[in-house]
């Protein structure tokens, strides 16, 4: 399929290695696909599900972009939401030993890019995302930021908004700048938020 501008969204469980290797499977295997589902269902700007990638989930947008207030309520709504369903099933799961696993290890981050051309090949029932920037939007999970839990938007992005409605919209929280050199990619330069006060 041809090319076309596209956003792209990933939000990813933190934690999810310690959480998978200290917790039992009988645990782990409803807790995880809960919180997935949780994030899936307060999606509300119409992204759509190219790949559930065991502690994350690639969301995709072509066309046009939702105004900058509507994606980074898009996703406080995924934090909060998470964070709800990490309370419930802490209580559901309280007579299973490791319960406790559930809010003390798990986090949730977003990363937020924009690619001019992005390809959604049809594979089987799925749509698989292709290109450079579905590589980039991959590599900024692996990043310089020393928190767990944050929105993390790239340098394209944030280009395709002014200035000032950024700023109006972060009135809750500073935005912070950074860059990471990626081999065979390069230096690629994003700004995050911390997203944790906005769990209490």
């Known amino acids: 399929m041809e090319a076309s ?3 792209i969204c990933i ?3 933190s934690g999810f ?3 998978m290797s200290s917790t039992n499977i009988q645990l782990s295997s409803k807790v995880i696909p809960a919180l997935l589902n949780k994030v899936i269902y307060a999606n509300k700007i119409g992204l ?3 790949e559930i990638e065991g502690d994350a989930i690639l969301f995709y947008l072509p066309g046009k972009l939702p105004s900058f207030k509507e ?3 898009q996703c406080r709504l995924f934090y ?3 964070y709800a369903q990490l309370d419930v099933l802490h209580k559901k799961y309280k007579k299973n030993e490791q319960s406790n696993n559930i809010p003390e ?3 949730l981050k977003i990363v937020l890019h924009y690619g001019k051309q992005v390809s959604s090949v049809p594979i089987g029932k799925n749509i698989k995302l292709m290109g450079e920037d579905v590589i980039i939007a991959h590599r ?3 990043n310089k930021i020393s928190i767990n839990e944050y929105i993390l938007l790239s340098e394209d992005l944030l280009l395709e908004y002014k200035k000032e409605t950024i700023e109006h919209n972060f009135g809750w929280g500073r935005l912070y700048e950074r860059g990471t050199k990626y081999k065979h990619i390069g230096e690629v330069n994003y700004s995050f938020i911390n997203l944790e006060p906005l769990a209490y």
Do not use: A, N, Q, Y
């Open 71 to 73: 994606l980074i309520d």
């Open 48 to 50: 759509k599900v190219s």
């Open 80 to 82: 909060t939401e998470f």
């Open 17 to 19: 290695t310690k959480f």
């Open 11 to 13: 939000p990813d469980i």
């Open 140 to 142: 900024l999970l692996k």
């Open 105 to 107: 290890i798990l986090g």
């Open 5 to 7: 501008p596209t956003l």
